[in-house]
């Protein structure tokens, strides 16, 4: 049974970090990309940034919008992949979601969300 | 990168076919064949329907059915039934490694 899992959300005041992690089991992990995709409330769906696998040398990509703020990483060995967030402002307020590509930018498993709200 | 344009709202009898439109530009949808669909009920996950214009994964209904013309994809449900009223997103991947979703469009079964 594929299961992706995230978890790190909460409270954090503008300017501070907060790190998501994204546990998944049930598909290969190593040879999947892993992409943050969040969605603020009543809004629509946003691409967060995306990592690669080993294959293609782990490499990143970001949305104009948390670039520079945002860092995502995965340990393979731990089939888990990660959402550094820095800088933080209120309109990072979101639910936070990890999915995954197989082949192409399609997303066939996604975890249930992390809620993270931006607030002093 | 801007979000892909959708209408905010289709609405149908159950039975009936609707179409929803995805418009882009030639950096995303008109340049590439990965425009990819998903449906979202209230406060769950979205769910892959459509990916590489008109593909259904595994499970997914062939009243589901995608494509492509220029700059702009559709997604097609015919045969409406209670359960297709959620909210549908279409992606693209962008010239600039990015993936980018559209606006959103909430489908309701009248």
């Known amino acids: 049974e594929v299961q992706v899992v995230e978890s790190g959300g909460g409270l954090v005041q503008p300017g501070g970090s907060l790190k998501l992690s994204c546990a998944a089991s049930g598909f290969t992990f190593s040879g999947s990309t892993v992409h943050w995709v969040r969605q603020a409330s009543g809004k629509g769906l946003e691409w967060v940034g995306r990592v690669r696998g080993k294959a293609n040398n782990y490499a990143t990509v970001y949305a104009a919008s948390v670039k520079g703020r945002f860092t995502i990483s995965r340990d393979d060995s731990k089939n888990t992949a990660y959402l550094q967030m820095s800088s933080l402002k209120t309109e990072d307020t979101a639910v936070y979601y990890c999915?995954?590509?197989?082949?192409?930018?399609?997303?066939?498993?996604w975890g249930q969300g992390t809620l993270v709200t931006v607030s002093s | 990168q801007s979000a892909l344009t959708q209408p905010a709202s289709v609405s149908a009898s159950p039975g009936q076919s609707i179409t929803i439109s995805c418009t882009g530009t030639?950096?995303?949808?008109?340049?590439?064949?990965?425009v990819s669909w998903y449906q979202q009920h209230p406060a769950k996950a979205p769910k892959l329907m459509i990916y590489d214009v008109n593909n259904r994964p595994s499970g997914i209904s062939d009243r589901f059915s995608g494509s492509k013309s220029g700059n702009a994809a559709s997604l097609t449900i015919s045969g409406l039934q209670a359960e297709d009223e959620a909210d549908y997103y279409c992606s693209s991947y962008t010239s600039t490694y990015t993936v980018v979703f559209g606006t959103g469009t909430k489908v309701t079964v009248l």
């Open positions: 030639s950096s995303d949808v008109g340049g590439y064949n990965s």
């Open positions: 999915t995954r590509s197989n082949s192409g930018d399609s997303f066939d498993y």
